[in-house]
């Protein structure tokens, strides 16, 4: 494994093929902060993919794959013209360039906008693989979301350009009880809709979070699962037709 020290190594955007370096996984994290997203459930993610990033479990996912490091930019959406890079491609290979991304991430502001657009924000993710300074064994977008796209081309458009790139994605849908802020209901068939519009490609899988306040210990599971790439098909894949997993506020994940 080449040693890449203990400060994170910033990939370079616009690399050539010869610029870029050999990674297990190329993952773009994509996650929602529209109008339904409140300040409190947007620093709870945040703060759920930080505190996972650092995690024992994730570190020795990361180290498990046959190069020991994988590049990672973290991206959040809302509506069609709302798509935010927070932090940059960046390669982690051990805990001290996990924990400098997660420093990174929490460091930075977090703003929210109004509508939900899964499409734009899956071309937006796809787009971001290009030129990245990084070439990866697998690539892989992992969204996570709240609610129903209400704006931009359909999911199921953008999942099918970006599987026939060659990319996977992955869902984290959130069932949240909670009324948005300004009163309505969210989806309680989330689960259902990420898996026939959203997911797609070699393995695909959501794993859900019950509530917000679950998230961090749903992502952390997510992660383990992508990154040291269980064999598929996986519970709640497209491909295996599976029942997807559940976690709630117990960190306990069954099946729905």
Do not use: C
Not at 59 to 68: K, N, Y
Not at 109 to 126: H, K, M, N
Not at 135 to 141: P, Y
Not at 207 to 212: I, K, Q, T, Y
């Amino acid at each position: 494994m080449v040693a890449l020290g203990t400060l994170v190594a910033v990939l370079p955007s616009g690399a050539s093929r010869a610029q870029e370096l050999p990674v297990d996984l190329e993952l773009v994290l994509l996650v929602d902060v529209s109008g339904s997203v409140d300040a409190q459930e947007a620093e709870l993610q945040r703060r759920g993919y930080a505190d996972a990033l650092i995690s024992d479990q994730v570190v020795e996912a990361i180290r498990s794959g046959p190069l020991g490091r994988i590049a990672v930019t973290y991206v959040e959406w809302a509506d069609d013209t709302y798509q935010t890079v927070i932090v940059g491609w960046t390669v982690l290979d051990g805990p001290e360039s996990a924990r400098a991304f997660a420093e990174r991430l929490t460091a930075a502001p977090i703003t929210t906008a109004f509508w939900t657009a899964i499409g734009s924000a899956l071309d937006f993710a796809t787009r971001q693989f290009d030129g990245n300074g990084a070439e990866g064994t697998r690539r892989v977008i992992d969204i996570s979301g709240d609610g129903y796209s209400n704006r931009g081309r359909p999911p199921a458009e953008a999942r099918d350009a970006a599987v026939a790139a060659g990319i996977t994605i992955n869902g984290l849908p959130i069932l949240n009880s909670r009324p948005n802020p300004w009163g309505g209901l969210p989806p309680l068939d989330l689960d259902s809709y990420y898996q026939t519009h959203v997911i797609g490609g070699p393995g695909a899988f959501i794993l859900v979070a019950e509530d917000f306040p679950a998230f961090g210990e749903a992502i952390l599971a997510k992660l383990v699962k992508e990154i040291a790439q269980v064999p598929a098909p996986v519970p709640g894949s497209r491909l295996a037709g599976g029942a997807p997993e559940a976690i709630g506020q117990n960190g306990a994940a069954a099946a729905r």
